[in-house]
């Protein structure tokens, strides 16, 4: 499953999809994360990702995102603040499996 994590300029979100990518592992799952911008969201979100993520920092742009993510027919959630830290893998996990259901 493919991942798209978007922060301000792409960068900040490098831990949180670390930590994503260790608990994914951790507990079984085959999951890809990328990282982009806010200005590349709306054309990366397009290359076969199974769920895009807000980072927290950016929660003013959700709507927008959210937009962009639905007409490419993605589903986007705002990433809860404990999710978006080096330990909180478990906890965006968790929350990703909460919108999607079982992760393929």
Request: aromatic fraction near 4%.
């Amino acid at each position: 499953m493919k991942v798209l994590l978007v922060c301000s300029q792409g960068m900040s979100s490098a831990i949180c999809a670390k930590a994503l990518q260790e608990a994914a592992t951790k507990e079984g799952y085959d999951v890809e994360v990328h990282e982009c911008s806010t200005q590349a969201f709306a054309e990366e979100i397009k290359n076969g990702y199974a769920i895009g993520l807000v980072a927290p920092q950016i929660r003013h742009r959700f709507d927008v995102l959210k937009g962009e993510a639905n007409a490419a027919g993605v589903p986007c959630l705002l990433i809860q603040p404990q999710g978006y830290t080096p330990l909180g893998g478990g906890k965006l996990l968790a929350q990703i499996k909460q919108e999607l259901g079982e992760i393929k």
